[in-house]
């Protein structure tokens, strides 16, 4: 994966300028000094909710719950009045967690560390980054579906096409709250799902917009394809997560994704599997691949889950081998 810096730079500085025009810096979240408790409750509920919701209850909460001492304090019910409506409650049950958690093991401030961070209940990889960069001016990129859509786009042609965070953090020079306020609002403005390529000041250089999206098309009808053969006589192979947190099978050794008995290769099934073995609603994903095991057919699937606590193991992302990474 390489780029030359002059792309790079290029693409910087049209980001820079549409964000200095095009900057959502109405979001009540996105005051020049807000703090790592104000990010965190932000971020959570944007968490696949559209930021224009998000607004009325993000500052309703805030004024219920000013600090996370008062939040740590809430209970569950109490809780829900102010965050009912926004949907998976796994989010909610992870919230007042974290809260209890910081105020007992750090004193009521956020770590300034990534790996202390994504040990919190609920977050993740982007969710500390986006605490680290926006309230404590680290340099990490918080690398959302916005950030892979327009940099996937972008220097490769279709937004499944872009990996590996680490490479393009060291990539910039613009301050990393900025870029990633940038990207975020690039992203859901005019890189959006259709997107409005004859407004952008990037087409001249983008490779989606010179080959009219024909390789985010491919890799998309291969990711959709469905399954031939008869699902009854298959595995399914689970990849489960939860706000962008890994969760493996400990029934299993270690690093292993869930491997399901044979029957419940469908949506219906996992979803079965789930509710009866471990007490979760999952959301289930279109099949990603088709792989052999013993010489049987098995497909591997990623689900999430949207209610429910788990009982099982969360492996942190250094843990997990490249192999499962790439299977995934
Ligand atoms: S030209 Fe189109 S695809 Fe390329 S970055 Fe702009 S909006 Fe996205």
């Given at each position: 994966m390489s780029i030359a810096k002059e792309k790079i730079v290029w693409f910087e500085k049209r980001i820079a300028d549409f964000f200095k025009k095009g900057g959502r810096e109405h979001l009540p979240w996105?005051?020049?000094?807000?703090?790592?408790?104000?990010?965190?409750?932000?971020?959570?509920?944007?968490?696949?909710?559209?930021?224009?919701?998000?607004?009325?209850?993000?500052?309703?909460?805030?004024k219920k719950f000013p600090t996370i001492e008062a939040l740590s304090k809430a209970s569950w019910e109490e809780f829900l009045l102010y965050y009912a409506g926004l949907g998976y409650y796994a989010r909610g049950h992870?919230?007042?967690?974290?809260?209890?958690?910081v105020m007992k093991e750090y004193g009521?401030?956020?770590?300034?560390?990534?790996?202390?961070?994504?040990?919190?209940?609920?977050?993740?990889?982007?969710t500390a980054a986006a605490?680290?960069?926006?309230?404590y001016d680290g340099?990490?990129?918080?690398?959302?579906?916005?950030?892979?859509?327009?940099?996937?786009?972008f220097f490769f042609g279709g937004k499944h096409l872009v990996s590996d965070e680490t490479f393009w953090e060291n990539k910039y020079a613009m301050p990393k709250k900025e870029m990633n306020a940038a990207l975020m609002d690039f992203g859901s403005s005019l890189c959006v799902a259709r997107p409005k390529c004859e407004a952008c000041s990037l087409k001249?250089?983008?490779?989606?917009?010179?080959?009219k999206g024909k390789r985010e098309k491919m890799t998309q009808k291969r990711k959709k394809w469905t399954l031939s053969g008869n699902p009854k006589d298959m595995r399914a192979i689970v990849y489960l997560h939860e706000c962008h947190k890994k969760y493996f099978s400990s029934v299993r050794e270690s690093y292993k994704p869930f491997f399901l008995p044979v029957g419940y290769a469908t949506r219906a099934g996992i979803k079965e599997y789930f509710k009866k073995t471990y007490g979760l609603d999952v959301s289930v994903r279109p099949p990603h691949k088709r792989i052999l095991v013993?010489?049987?057919?098995a497909i591997l699937i990623r689900a999430q889950i949207l209610l429910g606590r788990p009982c099982f193991r969360v492996f942190p992302r250094e843990a997990i081998s490249k192999k499962?990474?790439?299977?995934?």
């Amino acid at each position: 994966m390489s780029i030359a810096k002059e792309k790079i730079v290029w693409f910087e500085k049209r980001i820079a300028d549409f964000f200095k025009k095009g900057g959502r810096e109405h979001l009540p979240w996105r005051k020049k000094r807000v703090l790592a408790y104000e990010v965190w409750v932000s971020e959570i509920m944007l968490q696949q909710t559209q930021a224009s919701r998000v607004i009325l209850y993000y500052e309703r909460f805030l004024k219920k719950f000013p600090t996370i001492e008062a939040l740590s304090k809430a209970s569950w019910e109490e809780f829900l009045l102010y965050y009912a409506g926004l949907g998976y409650y796994a989010r909610g049950h992870n919230m007042l967690e974290t809260a209890k958690t910081v105020m007992k093991e750090y004193g009521g401030i956020f770590p300034r560390d990534r790996k202390l961070l994504e040990k919190l209940p609920g977050i993740g990889p982007y969710t500390a980054a986006a605490i680290l960069s926006f309230a404590y001016d680290g340099d990490y990129l918080a690398w959302d579906t916005n950030l892979r859509r327009v940099m996937g786009r972008f220097f490769f042609g279709g937004k499944h096409l872009v990996s590996d965070e680490t490479f393009w953090e060291n990539k910039y020079a613009m301050p990393k709250k900025e870029m990633n306020a940038a990207l975020m609002d690039f992203g859901s403005s005019l890189c959006v799902a259709r997107p409005k390529c004859e407004a952008c000041s990037l087409k001249t250089r983008c490779v989606y917009y010179r080959e009219k999206g024909k390789r985010e098309k491919m890799t998309q009808k291969r990711k959709k394809w469905t399954l031939s053969g008869n699902p009854k006589d298959m595995r399914a192979i689970v990849y489960l997560h939860e706000c962008h947190k890994k969760y493996f099978s400990s029934v299993r050794e270690s690093y292993k994704p869930f491997f399901l008995p044979v029957g419940y290769a469908t949506r219906a099934g996992i979803k079965e599997y789930f509710k009866k073995t471990y007490g979760l609603d999952v959301s289930v994903r279109p099949p990603h691949k088709r792989i052999l095991v013993n010489k049987k057919s098995a497909i591997l699937i990623r689900a999430q889950i949207l209610l429910g606590r788990p009982c099982f193991r969360v492996f942190p992302r250094e843990a997990i081998s490249k192999k499962i990474l790439e299977m995934l």
